[in-house]
């Protein structure tokens, strides 16, 4: 029987999850936000293409956070021959309240054969633009900083041409293991802030920290000042004009190129509300302040995720959105 959201469950690995990270007792209080307006309105999935990619993904016992995290744009994102492989597992460590990301302790598992069957796939599926993210595991010594960068490495050698972009954990700020990742031939290094800084709990886990995700991204510039680094902030949790501004400032302050702003979208009643719904008019005003601080790029609108189209980002026209 298929556990259903909230509800523990026992994973083929052998330890216990719960379905959609948050458990059905911790539920925060229902804040309506309204009807969903038009413009948040994603087309089902479908197509030979999209078919095509979940085949591949199937075939070689990958996650990718683009179902587990039941990002929208899926149906887009695959039949333009892209995705965003989720290393390490579909289950997180930890149990932030706005991802629906399965949450529990692999108590070390790791997938040996994971770096070579996502070589496979970006080869399979001709990607020149790759975007590889993963669960938290602080359940190992470096998080799988070592793991991150062996899969980096083994699609630079089946595929040298491929650019990678890594969205990573913070590694529990560990300058050592962000270097690890830094230094496996990546292109982009994301780390996201996801909130602004009051609001930092409780949306996200106890263990990650506003400042500390800073830290990182200040980290993996002044490793290689080439790197590109990239983070991400959703709206409609409850922050102010000037938390957001503020939130920009303090991105630029340690040197990240591009950032992407978003609407979140409560995943299921387990968690966080909603505050409202951000109009596509004022993310791109936010797109607009975000270039006037200096970002090389900022894609911004209301179903724009931190991987969202990443293969375009510098082509600086908003990836597409006008």
């Not at 080869?123 to 590889?132: A, D, I, P, R, S």
């Not at 922050?239 to 702003?261: C, H, K, N, S």
Request: proline share 5%; glycine share 8%; with cysteine.
């Amino acid at each position: 029987m298929t556990a259903k959201s909230g509800q523990k469950y026992l994973t083929p690995q052998g330890f216990v999850a719960i379905r959609d990270g948050i458990k059905s007792t911790a539920s925060a209080p229902v804040v309506p936000a309204g009807p969903k307006p038009a413009w948040l309105r994603a087309q089902m999935p479908s197509g030979a293409r999209f078919d095509a990619v979940r085949g591949i993904v199937k075939e070689h016992r990958l996650a990718t956070v683009c179902e587990e995290a039941k990002c929208p744009n899926i149906g887009e994102c695959w039949n333009a021959g892209t995705a965003t492989v989720m290393l390490m597992g579909a289950v997180c460590t930890r149990a932030c309240r706005f991802c629906s990301v399965d949450t529990g302790n692999p108590h070390g598992w790791l997938d040996l054969e994971e770096p070579a069957n996502v070589a496979r796939t970006v080869e399979l599926m001709g990607l020149k633009y790759v975007v590889l993210t993963s669960v938290n595991r602080d359940d190992l010594a470096d998080g799988g900083a070592a793991h991150y960068a062996a899969c980096v490495r083994a699609i630079k050698t089946r595929c040298p041409d491929t650019a990678v972009e890594a969205l990573t954990p913070d590694f529990q700020g560990s300058h050592e293991a962000v270097h690890c990742v830094v230094d496996s031939g990546l292109e982009v290094f994301a780390q996201n802030v996801e909130t602004v800084e009051r609001l930092t709990h409780p949306v996200r886990d106890p263990r990650a920290s506003y400042r500390q995700t800073l830290d990182v991204l200040d980290a993996a510039k002044r490793r290689r000042a080439t790197l590109l680094t990239k983070s991400s902030l959703m709206l409609g949790l409850g922050e102010t004009a000037d938390e957001i501004e503020q939130a920009l400032r303090d991105l630029r302050a340690v040197g990240v190129d591009i950032v992407t702003l978003g609407q979140y979208l409560r995943p299921t009643v387990n968690h966080l509300s909603v505050e409202r719904f951000v109009s596509p008019e004022e993310f791109q005003r936010w797109r607009e302040t975000a270039l006037g601080l200096g970002f090389l790029e900022c894609v911004s609108g209301p179903l724009v995720r931190s991987s969202y189209r990443a293969e375009r980002a510098l082509e600086r026209n908003n990836a597409g959105l006008g």
